[in-house]
């Protein structure tokens, strides 16, 4: 199942507070992508701050980007 990220918060610890398009909330981890390629960039806290929702995924400048799918399969649910 494909869902589009609706919100994205970035929080301590390179953490991203995501809510999808069911209105499921979930925390994603970016950690482990950041001595991956051009996810490197996001350990500057000024650019991984900056993320925002373009085309129902996370983005940041420079046109990075982490697929919806991932987002959603390798987070976990934020319990109320």
């Known amino acids: 199942m494909l869902l589009d990220v609706v919100?994205?918060?970035?929080?301590?610890?390179?953490?991203?507070s995501l809510e999808f398009e069911n209105q499921e909330k979930r925390?994603?981890?970016?950690?482990?992508?950041?001595?991956?390629g051009v996810f490197r960039?996001?350990?500057?806290?000024?650019?991984?701050?900056r993320a925002f929702i373009d085309g129902g995924t996370v983005m940041w400048p420079g046109e990075i980007d982490i697929a919806p799918e991932t987002l959603y399969d390798r987070?976990?649910?934020?319990?109320n």
């Open 41 to 49: 960039q996001l350990k500057d806290k000024n650019i991984f701050s």
């Open 7 to 16: 919100h994205v918060e970035p929080l301590p610890e390179y953490k991203l």
């Open 27 to 36: 925390v994603f981890d970016v950690t482990p992508y950041l001595e991956m």
């Open 75 to 79: 987070s976990i649910p934020l319990s």
